[in-house]
């Protein structure tokens, strides 16, 4: 009898185990997995990917390269400054990502870019968030 109860307890405890392991998974935040990394569609599974590699957009001085920033200046008028754009489209739902294909040259200024840098946060054990 208490060989059964130990091999009980046993198995309970392994059980515990796996659904402690399993409920820290499940708090987890899920993972965006975006085209850019696996060439299929986060939001329907779509494999008919799309890639604009260089965006362009009309200014009075002609086609300039789409961009997170960009200068004036009086004799070119509008330029590329930094963050050029990059886009993914899905030929299926048409959900477009857009990415910066580098961030090096853009300048936060204050205003118009403001870099955030978020200070992580506990994650409440309670089930009642």
Known sequence: MADDTA????ALETAV???????AR?????RFRSMHQTQ??????????????KLQEMTHGGMV???LQKEFSAWWGLKHSGG?????????????????ISLDDVKPDGNDVVEIESVER?????PYR
């Open 26 to 30: 499940a708090r987890e935040p899920p």
């Open 7 to 10: 091999r009980r307890i046993e």
């Open 40 to 53: 299929e569609c986060p939001v329907c599974g779509g494999r008919r990917i799309l890639h604009f590699r």
């Open 122 to 126: 506990p994650i409440d054990p309670t």
């Open 65 to 67: 390269d789409l961009s």
């Open 84 to 100: 050029a754009l990059e886009a993914y489209a899905c030929r299926n739902c048409r959900f477009i990502e857009w990415h910066a």
């Open 17 to 23: 185990s796996m659904l402690r392991e399993e409920l």
